[in-house]
């Protein structure tokens, strides 16, 4: 099970990489194990201002549709477009190409109450 370190996390099994402030988003190996075979990465709220926990968007699978929430507060400023055509990136490369969307960061104490890998690992029984 792939954890990187430098990497914060959420319950609902989301990666975060904070660069200043703007945060990259996406889901975690675990999730896209659990999830199976990814068809369609859905994400309506570019530009869009959330709260944290609301969600941003869904993932579809073979087997089920799940909801993406929201990590931290802010503005959705991009979301992965090549998801749009290649879904199977979240399958096959979910830290990497397979990101979902980037926020620009309204609330940075929010990073606080992100799980950092061992606790997320945890988590997950890792």
Known sequence: MNVPADLKYTKDHE?????????TVGVTDFAQGELGDIVYVEVETVDETLDREEVF???EAVKTVSDLFLP???EI???NE???????QVNSDPYGDGWMIKIKISNQEEIEDL???EAYKEIIGG
């Open 15 to 23: 990666w975060v990489k904070i660069e200043g402030d703007i945060a």
């Open 57 to 59: 968007g869904t993932v």
């Open 72 to 74: 931290l507060s802010g």
């Open 77 to 79: 400023i991009e979301f």
């Open 82 to 88: 090549n998801l749009e055509d290649e879904p199977e």
């Open 115 to 117: 799980l950092d890998a």
